[in-house]
């Protein structure tokens, strides 16, 4: 089974509401990241927090991290119809020496 | 998209005839790689590279090969493609790693091939 998985793996909602998406992985990790991906386009970096942190913000973003639970959360306040896209977490694995991706939440943002 | 370009980006071709695809960076970073993307599972790793002439395997590397001769350029082969291969691949590029931690990708726009 994948490293990371994303819940749900779909979610519409209205302009304006927060659209909040989970990502659970199994192994230790030095990052955890999450990307963005519109439609027919490659991924694009939304955020990278490390395993020493607990919370970081960027913008209308805000992901936490619980190494306990081996969780991370992505929060986008006041969405907008230019959210929809998919989303990535993808973990830095110790000792992989690789980065291992989710299989993505479907957002969509309803006007 | 971070001086990254993928050729072509659309490709029909007949299942065994050998198929190359081009990754092209701007950015002189040292690290490449190859993902392909299929529903269901995500993106997962072909192969990768951590210098030229320097590349490694990924999760899902049987029927590929790479071949990296220059910083800039990562060239994918499909040496007798099938139509399991039909896919999305993705190119993407890292800077030198930090504290022994892999940073951030940037990622190609993709090139969507298709099998007969």
């Known amino acids: 089974s994948q490293q990371g998985e994303e819940d749900p793996q779909a979610l519409s909602i209205q302009e304006g509401e927060n659209a909040t998406m989970n990502c659970s992985y199994k192994?230790?990790?030095?990052?955890l990241q999450w990307y963005r991906q519109n439609s027919g386009r490659g991924l694009v970096h939304l955020i990278l927090i490390r395993s020493n942190e607990r919370e970081k913000h960027s913008g209308r973003l805000r992901v936490t991290l619980d190494t306990s639970k081996k969780s991370s959360s992505l929060l986008i306040t006041a969405s907008r119809a230019a959210d929809t896209a998919s989303y990535f977490c993808a973990t830095y694995v110790q000792g992989a020496q690789k980065l291992v991706f989710g299989q993505g939440t479907r957002l969509t943002i309803n006007p | 998209d971070a001086g990254i370009t993928q050729s072509p980006r659309h490709k029909v071709t007949e299942t065994g005839t050998p198929v190359t695809l081009r990754c092209h960076q701007t950015?002189?970073?040292?690290?490449m790689y190859w993902y392909r993307q299929d529903p269901g599972h995500g993106l997962r790793l072909i192969h990768y590279?951590?210098?030229?002439?320097?590349?490694d395997k990924g999760e899902v590397s049987d029927g590929y090969s790479v071949s990296r001769s220059k910083t800039e350029d990562f060239l994918l082969t499909l040496e007798s493609a099938t139509s399991s291969q039909t896919s999305v691949y993705f190119c993407a590029i890292s800077p030198e790693w930090f504290y022994g931690t892999q940073e951030t990708q940037y990622f190609g726009p993709g090139t969507r091939l298709l099998v007969l």
């Open positions: 950015e002189n970073h040292r690290y």
């Open positions: 192994t230790s990790i030095n990052n």
């Open positions: 590279s951590y210098g030229v002439k320097d590349t």
